[in-house]
């Protein structure tokens, strides 16, 4: 529990003064290298000490550090991309204008929204944009394999 205050502290402070910290990518390696800290450091310390409470102390911080790591990861995304968020935000300035809500707008916001997301699944190599058609990498491959086969496990099924 102390790891996973310590992280959120240190990124809080951080994020400001390190503009690669508020990107998709550098929360994510952030958080990466915080979950490499807390396993050599959590070695370390089985190593000096390998009572079944200290592997079993190992274990558990692992476990909640996998959690928030990952519900931080998914609230940044949903604050960050969320298309519905954003159409509500200019609706609520309109309003607050006292103008008409541009609907054409909201087609530029939903198309830059959409530009935004390739543009990061591309930065991460998990697709390649070439004369207006996009198609997965190697790699991309294997992450939509692996997230269809949580999804199935979790009983989610496609809507097209």
Do not use: C
């Amino acid at each position: 529990m102390l790891h996973v205050g310590i992280n959120l502290a240190l990124y809080t402070a951080l994020r400001l003064r390190i503009t690669w910290l508020t990107s998709e990518r550098g929360i994510l390696l952030y958080q990466a290298l915080s979950f490499v800290v807390l396993i050599v450091v959590g070695f370390a310390a089985v190593s000096m000490n390998p009572s079944v409470e200290v592997v079993a102390g190992l274990v558990a911080a692992i476990a909640l550090h996998g959690i928030y790591s990952l519900s931080f990861l998914e609230l940044w995304s949903l604050a960050e991309v969320s298309y519905s968020l954003s159409i509500l935000e200019h609706i609520e300035q309109a309003t607050r204008r006292g103008e008409a809500v541009d609907v054409s707008g909201l087609e530029g916001l939903g198309v830059s929204k959409k530009e935004q997301r390739l543009g990061s699944l591309e930065r991460l190599g998990l697709i390649q944009d070439t004369a207006d058609q996009v198609s997965l990498t190697h790699g991309g491959r294997k992450v939509a394999r692996v997230l269809a086969s949580v999804a199935w496990s979790a009983g989610v099924t496609r809507t097209e």
